[in-house]
């Protein structure tokens, strides 16, 4: 079978320049790769918080850290700080990493749960290293020292995105990928098979190909208009379907962590740059103008804005078809989920090592296609239940959104989750969730969701014991803290100069 010889990859936002870099990487010289985009068009330009499974996609294209911290205006996160979501009033971290360690074979959350029914333990916040430090604005890497706490910690980036898009075209132009500035006009197709034959360009550029890559972000060019893939609205469970970005004045020191707070129809975001701190009002049109968002944004920054305030509109979903014939969607074609849990450079990434792994002849053998569409729909379908738990699980917001999202149906795969931890405190994954166990139980307990019993398999443990170690942990964690250096000086040391 003929091997695939060209690929078009259509965008040139975070998702064309990260498949670009990441595909010229994998294939080397033995696949040319154009890439068409269009500067009248433009990026979404937005996206400048991640998760850590980022770590996978600088490795496969041999990123140095230290000059991407550089060139993007980079900081560190170690999770997400959640304000007034539970209830007014109120604040928790989803920390990256894990919740303290495993007592031999029963897992640190069952044993928390032990200790809490056995008479009170400290809080779950106790047992993270990496809530600790955010709250102190102190970081540190994980030690690959199983033995040590730091071998507990996680992290990612919070970045600028046009700089990440424009880092990342050089790299990928710097291994041969040829860029193409220019609209789309004609979509070739065969006739006999329907595959993409060639895309032309408004300027008559005419790029062949035998694999079609559709990063055209929110417009789906070629896998929604031209291949008809349907779009599974899931705004009925994340109603907020809009946005208004604008960056301010960075903050005398850089916080190692994301901030969302609750406001009446949505929630803000707050990601801190070395050179500024960008911030975001995501809501739904249903419940507030977007003259009332914007006001509400302008009324809550650290500082003075620095430039005019962006506005997005989107839509909660996805296509469940995001690889149809020889098209594969990545990025804002395939769907979108609301940045709360800053999932979308993820889900470019996980498209991306998908698509690699499952890597077609240039027949595209449908069978490769199912497999790429049901491993992907399985990330939306579990992600999605994650997002709408943040949103149902609220007490005290009277606004009607809130109002909305804590009495909705919910689906039958969360309402089952939810309803395990409580009965049992069993957190009920399969094994290639995106979000683990310590994430559920950050964000479940978190929302004040309880959980009634613990695994029978922690009674195993003496209670005395087991509150002992316990103890221990916290007062670890406690004690290494403060030893740990600031966030600003951590990113000082590593790009060689004071952050501004
Ligand atoms: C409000 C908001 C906040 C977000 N925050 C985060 C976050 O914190 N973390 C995170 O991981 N993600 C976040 N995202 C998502 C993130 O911004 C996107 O996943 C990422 O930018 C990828 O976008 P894209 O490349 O798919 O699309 P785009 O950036 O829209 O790029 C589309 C490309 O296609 C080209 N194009 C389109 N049509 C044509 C045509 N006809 N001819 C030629 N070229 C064409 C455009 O020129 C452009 O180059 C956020 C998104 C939104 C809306």
């Given at each position: 079978?003929?091997?695939?010889?060209?690929?078009?990859?259509?965008?040139?936002?975070?998702?064309?320049?990260?498949?670009?870099?990441?595909?010229?990487?994998?294939?080397?010289?033995?696949?040319?790769?154009?890439?068409?985009?269009?500067?009248?068009?433009?990026?979404?330009?937005?996206?400048?918080?991640?998760?850590?499974?980022?770590?996978?996609?600088?490795?496969?294209?041999?990123?140095?850290?230290?000059?991407?911290?550089?060139?993007?205006?980079?900081?560190?996160?170690?999770?997400?700080?959640?304000?007034?979501?539970?209830?007014?009033?109120?604040?928790?971290?989803?920390?990256?990493?894990?919740?303290?360690?495993?007592?031999?074979?029963?897992?640190?959350?069952?044993?928390?749960?032990?200790?809490?029914?056995?008479?009170?333990?400290?809080?779950?916040?106790?047992?993270?290293?990496?809530?600790?430090?955010?709250?102190?604005?102190?970081?540190?890497?994980?030690?690959?020292?199983?033995?040590?706490?730091?071998?507990?910690?996680?992290?990612?980036?919070?970045?600028?995105?046009?700089?990440?898009?424009?880092?990342?075209?050089?790299?990928?132009?710097?291994?041969?990928?040829?860029?193409?500035?220019?609209?789309?006009?004609?979509?070739?197709?065969?006739?006999?098979?329907?595959?993409?034959?060639?895309?032309?360009?408004?300027?008559?550029?005419?790029?062949?190909?035998?694999?079609?890559?559709?990063?055209?972000?929110?417009?789906?060019?070629?896998?929604?208009?031209?291949?008809?893939?349907?779009?599974?609205?899931?705004?009925?469970?994340?109603?907020?379907?809009?946005?208004?970005?604008?960056?301010?004045?960075?903050?005398?020191?850089?916080?190692?962590?994301?901030?969302?707070?609750?406001?009446?129809?949505?929630?803000?975001?707050?990601?801190?740059?070395?050179?500024?701190?960008?911030?975001?009002?995501?809501?739904?049109?249903?419940?507030?103008?977007?003259?009332?968002?914007?006001?509400?944004?302008?009324?809550?920054?650290?500082?003075?804005?620095?430039?005019?305030?962006?506005?997005?509109?989107?839509?909660?979903?996805?296509?469940?078809?995001?690889?149809?014939?020889?098209?594969?969607?990545?990025?804002?074609?395939?769907?979108?989920?609301?940045?709360?849990?800053?999932?979308?450079?993820?889900?470019?990434?996980?498209?991306?090592?998908?698509l690699i792994a499952l890597f077609p002849n240039s027949d595209c053998d449908p069978a490769l296609a199912r497999q790429f569409n049901d491993l992907f729909g399985r990330d939306m379908d579990d992600i999605k239940d994650f997002l709408i738990l943040h949103y149902h699980a609220t007490k005290g917001h009277t606004a009607p959104l809130w109002e909305y999202t804590r009495t909705m149906t919910l689906p039958d795969s969360l309402i089952e989750k939810e309803a395990q931890y409580r009965r049992s405190g069993r957190l009920m994954l399969s094994s290639d969730a995106l979000f683990r166990e310590a994430s559920w139980l950050a964000v479940l307990n978190g929302q004040g969701i309880v959980a009634a019993d613990h695994s029978p398999i922690a009674d195993t443990l003496d209670a005395a014991a087991n509150r002992h170690q316990l103890d221990q942990l916290a007062a670890i964690i406690a004690r290494a803290a403060p030893t740990l250096p600031k966030h600003d000086a951590v990113i000082a040391a590593l790009i060689g100069r004071a952050?501004?």
């Amino acid at each position: 079978m003929a091997r695939i010889e060209r690929l078009v990859i259509l965008g040139g936002g975070t998702a064309g320049w990260m498949t670009a870099t990441a595909l010229s990487k994998t294939l080397g010289p033995t696949v040319a790769i154009d890439l068409l985009e269009s500067d009248a068009i433009g990026t979404v330009g937005v996206g400048e918080a991640t998760i850590p499974t980022i770590h996978w996609f600088n490795d496969l294209i041999g990123l140095d850290e230290a000059e991407f911290v550089r060139a993007t205006k980079a900081s560190f996160k170690l999770g997400i700080e959640f304000v007034d979501w539970a209830r007014p009033g109120h604040r928790y971290f989803h920390p990256f990493g894990r919740y303290g360690v495993d007592f031999g074979h029963v897992p640190f959350h069952q044993c928390w749960l032990k200790g809490a029914s056995d008479g009170g333990t400290a809080p779950l916040s106790a047992f993270s290293l990496a809530t600790q430090l955010a709250a102190a604005n102190r970081f540190a890497k994980p030690s690959s020292d199983p033995g040590s706490i730091l071998s507990t910690l996680g992290y990612a980036y919070h970045f600028d995105a046009s700089l990440y898009a424009a880092h990342l075209r050089g790299l990928a132009e710097a291994s041969g990928v040829v860029r193409h500035e220019g609209q789309l006009g004609l979509v070739e197709r065969d006739p006999a098979t329907g595959f993409v034959t060639a895309l032309t360009t408004d300027r008559g550029k005419r790029l062949a190909g035998d694999l079609f890559i559709d990063c055209s972000g929110f417009r789906s060019v070629l896998i929604g208009d031209e291949l008809g893939a349907k779009f599974e609205d899931w705004s009925h469970w994340l109603p907020c379907d809009r946005a208004v970005a604008v960056p301010c004045v960075r903050a005398a020191e850089t916080t190692p962590f994301t901030r969302s707070t609750v406001r009446s129809a949505g929630w803000q975001w707050r990601i801190p740059l070395q050179h500024r701190t960008g911030n975001g009002y995501v809501y739904s049109s249903s419940f507030i103008s977007d003259d009332e968002a914007v006001a509400t944004l302008l009324a809550n920054l650290d500082g003075e804005a620095l430039a005019e305030p962006r506005q997005l509109r989107f839509k909660a979903g996805f296509r469940r078809e995001t690889w149809v014939k020889n098209v594969v969607a990545i990025g804002l074609s395939s769907g979108f989920l609301e940045p709360l849990e800053s999932t979308s450079i993820h889900l470019i990434q996980s498209g991306i090592a998908k698509l690699i792994a499952l890597f077609p002849n240039s027949d595209c053998d449908p069978a490769l296609a199912r497999q790429f569409n049901d491993l992907f729909g399985r990330d939306m379908d579990d992600i999605k239940d994650f997002l709408i738990l943040h949103y149902h699980a609220t007490k005290g917001h009277t606004a009607p959104l809130w109002e909305y999202t804590r009495t909705m149906t919910l689906p039958d795969s969360l309402i089952e989750k939810e309803a395990q931890y409580r009965r049992s405190g069993r957190l009920m994954l399969s094994s290639d969730a995106l979000f683990r166990e310590a994430s559920w139980l950050a964000v479940l307990n978190g929302q004040g969701i309880v959980a009634a019993d613990h695994s029978p398999i922690a009674d195993t443990l003496d209670a005395a014991a087991n509150r002992h170690q316990l103890d221990q942990l916290a007062a670890i964690i406690a004690r290494a803290a403060p030893t740990l250096p600031k966030h600003d000086a951590v990113i000082a040391a590593l790009i060689g100069r004071a952050v501004a």
